[in-house]
Nanobody
């Protein structure tokens, strides 16, 4: 039983900033990778940023230079710092993780999402 909980979403003016947090909890043995995706109505969920256990980081071209992904020391937390937000960034942001549960079974887990709205 593993859950991801996102927080930090909200409404912001264009050019503003938000910091999203995702915390993994439950019967976790090891978190291998964590990342962020986003989805708007009528569109498929798209990759935003991800970070792996070895520190490899990838960003969508649409957020490079504006967003920064990082992991907490406990490796059960991932942050997404979003700067210079644009209206096109408006979406529900979902946390995702590849991990091994306490029974050493690989799992891919999604959070419930947090709304980010960028408008004037």
């Amino acid at each position: 039983q593993v859950q991801l909980a996102e927080s930090g979403g909200g409404s912001v003016r264009p050019g503003g900033s938000l910091r999203l947090t995702c915390v993994a909890s439950g019967s976790i043995f090891s978190v291998r990778a964590m990342g962020w995706y986003r989805q708007t109505p009528g569109k498929q969920r798209e990759f935003v940023a991800g970070i792996s256990i070895d520190g490899d980081i990838k960003y969508s071209d649409s957020v490079k230079g504006r967003f920064t992904i990082s992991r907490g020391d406990a490796k059960d937390t991932v942050y997404l710092t979003m700067n210079n937000l644009e209206p096109r960034d408006t979406a529900i942001y979902y946390c995702n993780s590849d991990l091994f549960d306490s029974d050493y079974q690989p799992k891919n887990v999604w959070g419930q999402g947090t709304q980010v709205t960028v408008s004037s």
